[in-house]
């Protein structure tokens, strides 16, 4: 996959941290970054349409894997939302956790849960995989950014997605 930038500005780490994200992991379709309420927003989905008992299931073991991850972790999460919407064909999986607890590792843990969960129905972009040396330096990429975005202050309200296998970045 290739990532360019084009702009006047300099990509700043919230920038880079959602490129990261979807390089790393083409299973999520795009993330938003709210600086306001220092939220990151996955979204990720299903080739086919979920009914309301599968969409609950979904949510209550990502919700209770996220809380029991970061029990063990020994973090008191602020914000830890699921939100399913059915458009066409497809079901539409929105998590939105606060970046001041959030670590790459719950990142990992949340798509291998989707994964489990949706398996072949999950759309995954279809770039050329990652060596495993390019995966652990995009982890730690990752992780160094989430840390720099929690003391960061005055970003703006960023939108990701892939698109002919560019990352594409807009502020709002």
């Known amino acids: 996959m290739g990532v360019a930038y084009s702009g006047k500005e300099d990509v700043t ?8 994200i979807l390089v790393r992991y083409p299973e999520v379709a795009t993330i938003n970054f709210d600086p306001d309420r220092q939220v990151l927003k996955f979204t ?10 599968d969409m609950g299931e979904i949510k209550e ?30 079901t539409m999986i ?22 489990l969960q949706l398996d072949r129905h999950l759309v995954t972009d279809d770039n050329e995989p990652l060596f495993e040396e390019d995966l652990l330096i995009q982890e730690e990429i ?3 950014m989430l840390e ?11 939108f990701a997605f892939r698109e ?9």
């Open 13 to 20: 780490d919230s920038v880079g941290l959602l490129i990261s």
């Open 44 to 53: 990720f989905i299903s080739s086919q349409v979920l009914v309301p008992a």
């Open 61 to 90: 073991k990502l919700l209770d894997s996220i809380a029991v991850f970061n029990i063990l972790e020994n973090r008191e999460t602020r914000l830890s939302r699921i939100d399913c919407q059915v458009c066409e064909q497809l």
């Open 94 to 115: 929105e998590v939105q956790r606060d970046v001041e607890t959030l670590v790459q590792e719950e990142i990992a843990l949340i798509v291998q849960l989707l994964r």
């Open 142 to 144: 990752i992780e160094h």
């Open 148 to 158: 720099s975005i929690r003391d960061a202050s005055g970003d703006k309200y960023l």
């Open 164 to 172: 002919e296998g560019r990352v594409l970045v807009f502020n709002k």
